[in-house]
Every structure is written in C-alpha cells, then in structure tokens.
T-cell receptor
C-alpha cells in the first residue's frame, strides 16, 4: 500500500458542485501539503499544515479550503468548482527540519465541466 | 522574486544515450537544491539533494552537479533507459527555510520532460 493515499484518483464534475479530495498517510509525518499541477506551470502550493492545529494558505488558496482531521488526514475542498480548477492535485507529506524531502501521493485528476 | 528555471522544456533521446538537464535558480539565500523524478500519472519522487558545500553527487546512473557561485545545477543521466522517460523537477527552498520555519516557500521549476525512445 502507498504511504500517501489520495482519493479519488479521478473525478469529473460540473461547475458549481462541491468536491472533496482526501489524503491519508501512514508515514507518521506532521507536515502535509496540497499542491496543484498544471501543464507548463509546475507545482503550486494551495495549503499546508504543520500539525493538526496549524493550517496555512499557500500561493493559490482562493476557491479552496482544507481540513486537517487528524495527523494522518488532510482534505482539500472546492466549495463551488469552476472549470479553471481542472488540474492534477497532489497531497504531500514531510518531516520537519532543513532540506526535508516531500513524499507525494499518486495524484487526483479533477475535471470540471 | 525567487525563481527556478529549467531547460530544456522537453528532450527526446535514444535509449543508451546520455543527456544533461539544467536548473538555474535565483533563490537567495541558498540552502539546498533537490531533483525529483515524476513518472507520467504519478507523484514526484526525490532523486537527490545537493547542499551548498556539494559539487557532485551520484545516484546510480544519475549525477547531479551544483555550482553555487553561478547558481546552476545539472542532472546528467548516463546510458539512458526507457524507464528514464519522465518529468524531472528542480526544487529550491530559501536558506531561512532550513530552520524549519516554513515549507510554504519552496520554489519549483516547471520541469523538463524527457522521452527516451528505443
């Protein structure tokens, strides 16, 4: 089983619908992240959390919200999906400290029609 | 603004050939630079990390170099294999990040898409 698991892996939805992407990890890491990847733009940070009570906005948080339900679970919500939120979404984890490696999930491909 | 620029954007080579991918950064102060490999449809996986004091580091057929003076890093792949086909992403955090204050300031390059043909 993967250390960082994302569900669903693929989702097609319509404009205006509420969508939740879920992430769970078995690595025991405190830090969790949600990234968005678009062709030619690289990975961009949506939200990050250093522990259950610490949640921070990234560079592109507008239109998104998150919930850290437990150390191992970090969910991303799109309250009212729009077509330009069509992208590949990645959850990642890390340990604290300098130069820490990010461990990514397999990704969730979201299409908003 | 901290930036990470990778070149080329894409590269096609024949199996068995060597290739070199480039990463130029303006992130300052500098702490380290990490190369990730991302297979199609998968999440990125770390290949290697270069710290300020390191010039060269190898991981099997992958060799990374760092020139902190010119703010350039390269990833050299020797004797390419079909499985090397992937996107290679360069990531640089700022020095103050090294204190663990925030992962939110990682700067990602846009990646180089490598295709290895038989």
């Amino acid at each position: 089983d993967a250390d960082v698991t994302q569900t669903p892996r693929n989702r097609i939805t319509k404009t205006g619908k509420r969508i939740m992407l879920e992430c769970s990890q078995t690595k025991g890491h405190d830090r969790m992240y949600w990234y968005r990847q678009d062709p030619g733009l690289g990975l961009r940070l949506i939200y990050y959390s250093f522990d259950v009570k610490d949640i921070n906005k990234g560079e592109i948080s507008d239109g998104y919200s998150v919930s850290r339900q437990a150390q191992a679970k970090f969910s991303l919500s799109l309250e009212s999906a729009i077509p330009n939120q069509t992208a590949l979404y990645f959850c990642a984890t890390s340990v604290s400290g300098a130069g820490g490696e990010l461990f990514f999930g397999e990704g969730s491909r979201l299409t908003v029609l | 603004k901290n930036q990470v620029e990778q070149s080329p954007q894409s590269l096609i080579i024949l199996e068995g050939k060597n290739c070199t991918l480039q990463c130029n950064y303006t992130v300052s102060p500098f702490s380290n630079l990490r190369w990730y490999k991302q297979d199609t449809g998968r999440g990125p996986v770390s290949l290697t990390i270069m710290t300020f004091s390191e010039n060269t580091k190898s991981n099997g057929r992958y060799t990374a170099t760092l020139d902190a003076d010119t703010k350039q890093s390269s990833l050299h792949i020797t004797a390419s294999q079909l499985s090397d086909s992937a996107s290679y992403i360069c990531v640089v955090p700022p020095l103050w990040y090294a204190g663990g204050t925030s992962y939110g300031k990682l700067t990602f390059g846009q990646g180089t898409i490598l295709t290895v043909h038989p």
